[in-house]
């Protein structure tokens, strides 16, 4: 079976501080996809990064960036000079890699407040 | 492209009337996911399409819900009747995956308070 773990349910920083939200996975599977999703007050659910379990090299997009480690099953997302339009609920997720498609398996969300 | 179309955006019902939530996913996907999200319970895979077939319903909770994809471009989502605890937030998503990995892309999400 797969499963998401986010420890933190809320987060809270002072605008301009560095945050970094958990996520850490189960999954049998040797081959699979993580995922985060942001979610705004507004409700909608923003893609923000894929990442495949064979890469395991870091990724940054901007003030975003994203430390995967197989070894610890981790998938850690870190936000650099935080911004008051950061605040949301920020999901972590987890696909099966497989010949046909298959459904996103969700943690519980981080919610994080920016606080100008 | 439009994205995923969910209607309506917010529904409130009294309990024991019917409810259908309705779904267009993105032009030439082939993967249909129909999400519900609660505080309690996050979001949950209620049940999904590969090529408008049913691949798992595993996550319907009862007999009172229900979903149909009749052609690629339109799913429903039937609950009847409803009940209080089925409020929540349901969400429909569409991917053109094919086994690569690909984003799902989520509607706006439908707002569901049954009373």
């Known amino acids: 079976a797969q499963k998401v773990t986010q420890a933190q349910t809320e987060i809270s920083v002072v605008e301009k501080e560095d945050v970094t939200l958990d996520c850490v996975y189960e999954?049998?599977?040797?081959?699979?996809?993580l995922f985060w999703y942001k979610q705004p007050p507004s409700g909608e659910l923003v893609f923000l990064i894929r990442?495949?379990?064979?890469?395991?090299q870091n990724e940054i997009s901007g003030r975003y960036s994203w430390n995967f480690q197989k070894s610890t099953s981790s998938f850690n997302f870190t936000i650099t000079a935080s911004q008051v339009v950061d605040s949301a609920v920020y999901f972590c997720?987890?696909?099966?890699?497989?010949?046909?498609?298959?459904?996103?398996?969700f943690g519980k969300g981080t919610r994080l407040s920016v606080i100008a | 492209d439009a994205g995923v179309i969910q209607s309506p955006r917010h529904e409130v019902t009294e309990m024991g009337q019917e409810v259908t939530l309705r779904c267009k996913p993105i032009?030439?996907?082939?993967?249909l996911f129909w999400y519900r999200q609660t505080m309690m319970r996050g979001l949950e895979l209620l049940i999904y399409?590969?090529?408008?077939?049913?691949?798992?319903d595993s996550g319907m909770p009862e007999d009172r819900f229900s979903a149909k994809m009749p052609n690629a471009s339109f799913s429903t989502l039937k609950i009847q009747p409803s009940e209080p605890r089925d409020s929540a937030v349901y969400f429909c998503?569409?991917?053109?995956?094919?086994?690569?990995?690909?984003?799902?892309?989520f509607g706006q999400g439908t707002r569901l308070t049954v009373v």
């Open positions: 998503a569409s991917t053109d995956d094919r086994g690569r990995g690909t984003e799902a892309f």
């Open positions: 999954t049998r599977d040797t081959t699979y996809y």
């Open positions: 990442r495949n379990s064979f890469d395991e």
């Open positions: 997720a987890l696909s099966r890699r497989n010949s046909g498609n298959t459904p996103l398996v």
């Open positions: 032009s030439g996907h082939n993967s």
């Open positions: 399409f590969n090529n408008n077939v049913p691949i798992d």
